[in-house]
């Protein structure tokens, strides 16, 4: 894809232009974060109370298994899926999509440490107690986070599908792998 203008680029397989260079934001989150936000979009589009495999939501990610069970496990720890074991097994969230926030997802998948860490220790800096660029990103990272708790869930599946399910490649694929027809209203 080197050498291909992204408006130009496909999403994977589904032969759609992807302009994603384009429109991107300057923030930089892990993969984990980003299986972990489409993951839990994909549940939250199941019937309350309905498990899905994690395999059905691998395959439509194209990613591993094992990698989205580690994102999954995670995500399970903070309270933000359940998990069932069996035959009618899977996971489904834990709470209503009105009450996950993205900014519980990044907090799950992207502990601590702060976004910034100073080397001030290692370069004897005397700045450390009244240091400027601290306060700065110290006060960044606490307006980034309450933008992202801003967000809910809820709120993505409403943007989305009002208008007309740009992220309908996994959802309605997951759903009909889950024995579902029809999409949960938001």
Partial sequence: MMGVPPSQRLCASYEVACPLEDHMPGLRFSQSTDLAI??????????????????????????????????????????????????????????PPVDITVGDVVRAMDPEPPMYQCMAQERCCEAVGNCLL????????????????????????????????????????????????????P
């Fill in 134 to 185: 601290l306060r700065v990103f110290a006060e960044a990272e606490q307006h980034m986070y309450a933008v992202l708790d801003r967000v809910t869930l809820a709120d993505l599946l409403h943007d989305v599908l009002g208008d007309e399910e740009r992220m309908g490649w996994i959802h309605l694929n997951v759903l009909m792998a889950a024995g579902g027809d029809t999409p949960a209203a």
């Fill in 38 to 95: 489409h993951g839990l979009w994909a549940l939250a589009r199941l019937e309350t109370g309905r498990f899905i495999l994690l395999s059905d939501i691998a395959s439509h990610q194209h990613v591993s298994e094992s990698y989205l069970s580690k994102v999954f496990q995670r995500l399970t720890r903070a309270g933000l899926t359940r998990a069932m074991r069996g035959k009618r097994g899977g996971y489904t969230l834990a709470r």
